[in-house]
């Protein structure tokens, strides 16, 4: 049950509200990554909704409104596939007002744009990763970029882990500081690892152990209990000594996942690893599967998902909790065979009586597809640099901003 608002964390930077931007030019770094479909058709525009409130509060003020994002990979050449023409047509809908596009990145055409620009008038430049030195951090492009405003506004949450032109750069030149949506996210994300409300569960899985490691070692004493699903479950049933057959495992990850489990447990967190799964020879959707218990898993079978015991165990486990952060699905949740025990939790997760933080990517989409979003306190829009903050440490994109005196 998503409970009210949550008193934001510290957040030691300025944001756009304490800065004149009156008539001002004002760049904001968005984050309009958005999935598109084979049609250049925007499948999910979250990303584009959660940056309205600081793209609005600039038209509100008077400012003239520079919108920079990248989308997708398109290694640093223009590449229509990748074009965020789709996405100035979606904002302009949803802002109902209209969104000039200007095809060039920098130089004189975008200059002279914003140049013609009255306060109020927002203008979306193309993808920044059309440009190979957006992920090259250039100083150069970012200077460019500086060029076209006064005042720069991060909202980007879902890049600020990247040490990239428009977010690290831009800041050198000119005055940077936070938009709502950094705010917001920095303000759950680190708040709730600061200071939570108990008792404090992680839920965590998805496909690695490496990639949750970071976060594993920093929540050792901040938690009160750890679920752990997904592939990444299986590397922790292994350095238990119990075979796992052709389960996913990460040989080399074996010692340091029995060492925290041991760190938890001396930690007093209660630690939770799945106790039956559901089993096929392959990852594909027409594969033949079997319920075992974690102990029985054959040799050439692999687990892809938690079973309904697992569910019943962490669900119990979820049941007393006041706060909750859940990143990584149970299992390979695509394929409809072994989605039942991710959108199960999301369900637990949903219906708990806590303040409920979901990380971003598949998990996002797994929250999503169980149709519980509504029911989440907060969803992430950054997957790695939501796992950053969930590590403990400081995002450049961040850092580069102005400090609040
Ligand atoms: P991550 O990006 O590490 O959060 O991993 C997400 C991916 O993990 C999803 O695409 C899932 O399909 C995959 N995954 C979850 N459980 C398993 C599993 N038991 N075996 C293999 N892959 C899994």
Redesign the pocket.
Known sequence: MARGAFGQGEFGKLTIEDVDIKGKRVFIRVDFNVPLDENMMITDDRRVRSALPTINYAIDEGAKVVLASHMGRPEGRPDPRWSLAPVARRLQRLLNKEVLFSHDIYGKPVKDMVAKMRPGDVLLLENLRFDPGEEAGDPKFAEELASLADIYVNDAFGAAHRKHASIVGIPRSITAVAGFLLRKEVGYLQGVVSNPVRPFTAIL????VS??IGVLENLIDKVDKVIVG??MA?TFIKAMGYEVGD??VENEMLELAEKIRGSLIRNNVKFYLPVDCVIAQS?EPQAETKLVTTQEIPRGW????IGPASVKLFSEALANAKTVIW????????IDAFSRGTFSIAHAVADAYALTIVGG???DLAVSRAGVSDSISFISTGGGASLQLLEGKELPGIAALRDKK
């Open positions: 899985g998805g496909a690695k990639g949750k997904g592939g299986f389960s996913l990852i692999k687990a892809l998902d990143n990584g699905p149970m299992g390979v949740f695509e990517g598949d998990t």
